[in-house]
């Protein structure tokens, strides 16, 4: 199996400059919420200038999951039930997927594949809390946009990409391995092109390009830090696997690596049991994150 036709590294890189730009309120809001002597005032007019967004925020405040008391109707108010963070968040997954939406029908499903991510989101975060990671929402981000070669892919190279997840399916291979073995572009790659372009902070950079590798040696010289915020999300993709939330195009469930649990500090049998009941129950926020960006 082989795709007909095989894109260049020169087309590839042509086709990927061509895909859309994230919006400027992605940085401008990144920037506020990183800045300690931020308000909520400040946050809420710049969230104001995008009426979408700030309905997606008002959903999501007023979500089942979050059962706020009485409802919630001002952004303000919003904003102050939900947290910086987790406005973030939701204006950051819901302008990837945008910016990544394929129009029309489609041979692979989107839906599924933004679940998968979103479920290595919650999964990374929650990871990070337990090993007491500094900066937890670091790791939510990373773990969204992980697999967003896939997408770029699917986007600049459908039939290659088609014919990888099928190769992975069919022979119960992850999906660099078929891409390994079909000669197409790997998607950590194509990803982290595209990191490059949209100007992802470093530690986003690393964990997209290399969350394959259970090898630190292999991942050309990272720090300590980004070493592990790779590891995280890199577990992070294995436990959503095994949870079989979502679908990124393949079916097989490696085992959580026992080195990687160990840089982590996480007990393989206790400190792994109590993050997959942890991971079980953040899911719902996945669920209902996922809901409110579809509409």
């Not at 394929?102 to 839906?111: C, E, L, S, Y």
């Amino acid at each position: 199996m082989s795709a007909a036709v095989k894109l260049t590294q020169e087309q590839l890189v042509e086709k990927l400059d061509q895909l859309p730009t994230l919006p400027a309120i992605i940085y401008e809001l990144s920037q506020l919420i990183n800045d300690p002597m931020s308000s909520t005032a400040e946050v809420e007019k710049l969230m104001s200038n995008d009426q979408s967004l700030t309905t997606k925020v008002l959903k999501l405040a007023n979500s089942a999951y979050y059962a706020i008391p009485g409802g919630v109707s001002s952004l303000s108010r919003a904003i102050g039930y939900l947290g910086f963070d987790t406005v973030n968040q939701l204006v950051l997954s819901a302008s990837i997927i945008q910016a990544l939406e394929v129009k029309g029908p489609t041979k692979f499903d989107m839906n599924e594949f933004w679940k998968h991510c979103l479920g290595v989101a919650f999964a990374a975060e929650t990871i990070a809390k337990d090993i007491n990671y500094p900066i937890t929402a670091d790791m939510f981000t990373a773990g969204l946009v992980h697999d967003m070669g896939k997408i770029a892919l699917y986007t600049v190279d459908q039939e290659g990409f088609l014919a990888t997840t099928q190769c992975a399916m069919e022979k119960n291979m992850n999906s660099i391995d078929a891409e390994l073995e079909l000669g197409t572009f790997k998607h950590t790659d194509v990803g982290h092109l595209l990191s490059l372009k949209w100007k992802f902070p470093t530690k986003m950079q690393a964990v997209i390009k290399n969350h394959h590798k259970t090898n630190p040696a292999q991942r050309g010289g990272l720090s300590a830090d980004l070493n592990q915020a790779v590891d995280i999300v890199l577990l992070a993709n294995i436990l959503i696997h095994a949870l079989k939330f979502g679908h990124s195009g393949h079916s097989k469930v490696p085992g959580a690596p026992k080195d990687v649990m160990e840089r982590l500090t996480i007990d393989p049998k206790e400190g792994f049991k109590r993050i997959v009941v942890a991971t079980k129950k953040s899911l719902d926020g996945a669920e209902e994150f996922l809901r409110v960006i579809g509409n």
